[in-house]
């Protein structure tokens, strides 16, 4: 992380059912997974604690005087405790609403700049009627304001307050200030005044953005001879009950999800064997190769708590910032993961990916948006395929054990 994080507000703009709130998020979880202070202000929210969650399309309409008062408190209130945890310590907020006239978003933009903040707007515009379509079946009429309404009313009610917001909109333009518009789901994107490495990142990590479901599994290589003598790192073989976990992992994932996924791996040799008995095409990635233990490489855990205790009780104390001599820390291991991550955001078929456990524990905490300090703790066991599976606003997680040896595909035992 650099040292004088930027503190910088994104303003999504945009209608109703354009993904704005996907996208929010999904720029909130990349840029904490860095390490920033993020967090999203979704007006909505507030409007449904304040106002109650059922409102009548009216109430958006922009002719509807009390409707207009009332949306323009929440907005205000969101807008408030967003530069509250940006003046507390916050770096980035992400002020998720549709600020589709331009009076309001140069309220917006007026307040984070009398505040020393840097204002970015994300517009998200869609001109294709069936990708609107299916998020508003897919997510509107399913969210938290039409809980008990049938499907059909709900769509209804819903085109009604989206042609409200389109009555009044307009789009961002060049004499607001730095934007980037993201015209049917990252077909074309438009940018202006975007400059600097972290806006660079955050456009480049929008360009591989999809919104197609599909999983992601990862599992660690079968256990290996260095995992036999709780020696770290290296690049020893598979044991014997590593070479049947990669038989099983074949077996069951043959069983489950045909040939259509692609596999990833690291350099080292324990995730190469375990990927070869698969018998897909696989990438092998640097990026994905075990955390470098530098001076300790080869060593069991006791024999560096006897030979080097500093070093052991450093990485005890702060186990995510402890860098291993001439090695890496878990914070260096999620800077080299990022063009992973691009890739797996922009991949489209299943993938899965064959790796490491820090390595393994990182990519896991940007799946599931947990924060990078948590990641040195995640368990990912041996023999376990942790199956990942995005939803609108989140992931599934499924964990399943596999014995070591070959069985038959059914005989699996899955966790909760
Ligand atoms: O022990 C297996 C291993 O993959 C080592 O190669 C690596 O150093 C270690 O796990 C990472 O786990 P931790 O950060 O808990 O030491």
Redesign the pocket.
Known sequence: MPDSPPKLAFVMVGLPARGKTFIARKIARYLSWLGYRTQVFNVGSYRRERHGSRQHHSFFDPRNDAGQAARRDVALAALDDMLAFLKEGGDIAMYDATNNTRERRNLVRARCEAEGLSVVFVESICNDPAIVEANIRANKARSPDYEGVPEEEAVRDFRQRIAHYQSAYEEVSEAEGPFVKIIDVGRTLVLHRVAGYLLARVVHFLLNLHVQPRSVRLT?HGE?E??VL?????DSPLSEAGRGYARTLASVLRARGGEDFVVWTSTLRRTIETAEVIGLPYRAWRALD??D?GV??GMT?DEIAETMPHEYEA?QAD?FRYRYPRGES?QDVIQRLEPVIFELERERRPVLIIG???VL?ALYAYMMDRPPNEC??VSIPLHTILELEPTAYGCDERRIELPPAPLDPEGFRQSP
């Open positions: 660690r290996s260095f995992n709780g020696r770290i790192g290296g075990e955390i233990a300790c490489d855990y990485r186990k878990y490491h456990q820090a524990r040195p703790f």
